[in-house]
């Protein structure tokens, strides 16, 4: 089915018409339409025009309203104070467009076929070291982003620039080569669990680096196993791989946990671009993008100098010969534009890397890989605090463990549900806490701007009250237990009907659904769409108190009611599914 336009984009166009009719000089000039409190819309922008062509706006306004003809949308129009147009729709008008959005499986939400492919780097563990709270955000935002871009009809390729490279892996892989039996599972064939496989990580790095402090013979032997990782030798490489896929293991646990569909063939890190590293600055020095200095290969910026006023460049390749994250980043961009044939690149990264990326992009730019039809943006993310505004950590002063936050937080949910359960099974219980607790975790940081800092406070994450998802999913699960209680009584639009106020403002709000993701699709700004559903399970909750439902005072305005619930209800939904937050039937 074609998409729906809204009532907002209908009036717009109306207003369009009565202007060129009132004004052709002004060509296809902009009316400046925004919701507003004293009607359902108002338009700003006659006054900017009178102003430009020397008229007297208020006339003007009167002359756009008298050449707009008669129609079944527009209520009434009144001309207000220096010359606003303040917009009533009809109740008619509203309840046909809702319809027309409930008819479809999309809720009228338009797909741009003509969408482009953007690569989307999210979700960036270590390999064999432990997850912690600063890896929330980049899972969380960039999952979302996946699932609001593809509905818009982007087409989107999933990378995840796992940390799988690097000198550490020298002294992990030399540590096996001694002690081969660290990495053994108890009961071998048995399935691993990610708490294991990270538990045998971890002793593994503790042993290998307290070996690598204190002894300098292993020290020396393991310096020599990283030249052997990068030369590519065999025994080193497959211990190296052993290394991945134990730490594979523990991060898809994670991510499972986090309900997050996270695909093998995705999961390219550093060490899938180190054929690309050498060409990569062989054509940054052929094309002068690139210079040696002390040694060095590297790109140099006018306004980017160090404290000491001297200008600080971006290293693309060390004095030794090793190659840095620029390098490995300038690769994964060629790669992902010339292979993967990206009109954008999206990069779900810490605030604090911002200057490195800035540095990346721009030479990029300059070796002619990113240009006006591709483009790279980076989605900068503000850092997790604690609940007394400071970078959160435990009482030990420890960078905080994913899995334990997540746990706490399911166990949190756990005791809300059976707080309020009604006639749910254990299993079910656990089932919903699970649900409300991942789904407070990822609201609370995708309806906070991405750039901003957050505050990790899981008693206010898991309460019904306030801008939380729980009072979403509340709401959500009470429009379910009502339609289930109609009985016969089905959800039918009937646009003769007269709307109460609360029913024309939750109509109108849901039927801005479409502008909702479109503009968060476009921004990148998955806290636009958090702000929406909690506007709308707000003025649902509003509709509740003052609209009986199942006790209306005639059967067509049951079906009415029923229908602005059941839309609702799959607005909702399909708003939560996107920020990857599930809305279960029952609470």
């Known amino acids: 089915m074609a998409s729906v336009p809204s009532l907002a984009s209908t009036v717009q166009q109306r207003l369009a018409e009565g ?52 129609n079944d ?5 009144e001309v207000s104070g220096p010359g606003f147009l303040n917009i009533t729709v009809s109740d008619a008008a509203i309840v046909k467009t809702l319809a027309a959005r409930a008819a479809d499986a999309r809720l009228g939400v338009p797909l741009n076929e003509a969408a482009g492919t953007t690569v989307l780097d999210y979700a960036q563990p270590n390999v064999a070291k432990e997850m912690h709270v600063g890896h929330l955000r980049s899972a969380v935002i960039g999952a979302a982003m996946v699932e609001i871009l593809e509905f818009t009809g982007e087409t989107v390729i999933r990378r995840h620039h796992i940390g799988d490279w690097g000198t550490q892996f020298g002294m992990l892989i030399q540590y096996l080569i001694e002690h081969p039996h660290e990495l053994d599972h108890k009961g071998e064939g048995a399935e691993v669990s990610g708490e294991e496989a990270m538990s ?42 052993r290394f991945v896929d134990e730490s594979k293991i523990y991060f898809y646990s994670v991510f499972d946990k986090l309900d997050m569909d996270i695909r093998d063939p995705d999961v390219v890190g550093e060490s899938g671009y ?15 993008v690139a210079v040696r200095s002390e040694g060095a290969l590297c790109v140099f910026f ?43 690149l999206l990069y779900v990264v810490d605030a604090r890397q911002s200057l490195h990326f800035k ?16 483009k790279a943006v980076q989605l900068a993310f503000g850092t997790v605090l604690g609940k007394d505004g400071k970078p959160f950590k435990t009482r030990e002063g420890e960078t905080v463990r994913l899995v334990d936050l997540l746990d706490e937080a399911i166990d949190r949910a756990s005791a809300v549900v059976r707080e309020k359960a009604q006639d749910l099974t254990e299993e079910e ?60 009584a089905k959800p039918v639009a009937h646009p003769e009907l007269e709307l109460a106020p609360s029913e ?84």
């Open 19 to 70: 202007l060129s009719a009132a004004l052709p000089e002004a060509g296809s000039a902009d009316p400046l339409l925004r919701r507003s409190d004293r009607a359902d819309f108002q338009a700003n922008g006659i006054l900017a025009l009178a102003k430009r062509f020397k008229g007297n706006p208020r006339e003007l306004a009167a002359k756009v309203v008298e050449s707009i003809p008669a």
């Open 73 to 77: 949308v527009l209520k009434e129009i």
């Open 200 to 241: 045998n990580l971890n002793r593994l790095y503790k042993a290998s680096r307290a070996l690598f402090d204190t002894d300098e013979e292993f020290k020396t032997r393991a310096r020599a196993r990283v030249v052997d990782l990068q030369a590519g030798d065999e025994e080193t490489l497959a211990l190296w791989q």
């Open 274 to 288: 180190n054929a690309m590293l050498q060409e990569t600055c062989r054509l940054l020095e052929e094309s002068g």
């Open 302 to 344: 006018d306004d980017i100098k160090g404290p000491d006023g001297n200008l600080v460049p971006l290293i693309v390749q060390k004095s030794d010969g090793g190659f840095g994250y620029a390098a490995t980043d300038l690769s994964a961009i060629r790669d992902r534009v010339q292979h993967l044939k990206a009109t954008s």
């Open 359 to 374: 540095m990346v992009f721009e030479t990029a730019r300059r070796a002619g890989w990113l240009n006006d039809e591709v």
């Open 429 to 488: 219980i656990a089932e919903r806490g699970a649900q409300v607790g991942i789904g407070a975790v990822k609201y609370a940081d995708l309806s906070t701007s991405a750039a901003r800092d957050y505050k990790f406070d899981l008693d206010q994450m898991v309460s019904l009250n306030g801008d939380t998802s729980v009072y979403l999913q509340y709401a959500y699960a009470r429009i379910q237990s009502i339609l289930r209680k109609a009985g016969d």
């Open 504 to 587: 024309r403002a939750l109509g109108l709000h849901v039927d801005g659904f479409g502008e909702a993701i479109e503009e968060t699709a476009a921004e990148y700004a998955p806290h636009k769409l958090a702000a929406y559903l909690y506007q709308l399970a707000s003025l649902y909750t509003t509709f509740y108190s003052e609209c009986p439902v199942l006790k209306a005072d005639t059967p067509a305005q049951v079906e009415n009611r029923l229908f602005l619930c059941d839309l609702t209800a799959r607005t909702l939904q399909q708003g939560m599914a996107l920020l990857g937050i599930r809305t279960p039937e029952r609470l």
